[in-house]
């Protein structure tokens, strides 16, 4: 973990959190399915750390995460990802059993260390 990430961080969907010029986020979510971060932050780049939050779902899922850096994920929960300087749209697509498609973004604001 970067040494420049000492503080904590936690994600509220649909408002935006920001901390210092450090890595913030924003999101949107379809009632079922949001996207949650217990990343450190700080100045950015960084490492974020992504989890669904699912409700009434029933298995077997599918899920796709898109880390709007073109680097993407199959797993539920997704290893920490790490962001440069930048901004990036992170989509989770989930399929449930009946084939219907669930999705939640968020925006990671990575600041740079300038600010």
């Known amino acids: 973990m970067n040494s420049n990430f ?4 936690f994600l509220l969907i649909g ?3 920001l901390i210092g010029s450090g890595i913030s986020f924003a999101g949107q979510k379809d009632g079922v399915v949001e996207i ?9 780049p960084g490492w974020v750390h992504l989890r669904p939050k ?14 709007g850096d073109g680097e993407e994920s199959a797993e539920m929960i997704p290893l ?12 989770l697509e989930i399929m ?20």
């Open 6 to 9: 000492s503080r904590g961080i």
């Open 15 to 17: 408002f935006t959190l």
């Open 36 to 44: 949650s971060s217990d990343s450190k932050a700080g100045k950015g």
């Open 54 to 67: 699912i409700r009434n779902l029933k298995g077997p899922l599918k899920f796709n995460w898109s880390f």
């Open 80 to 91: 920490p990802h790490y962001y440069e300087s930048g901004r990036y749209t992170v989509v």
């Open 96 to 115: 449930d059993k009946t084939g219907k498609l669930h999705t939640a973004s968020i925006t990671v604001d990575a600041a740079s260390q300038g600010g």
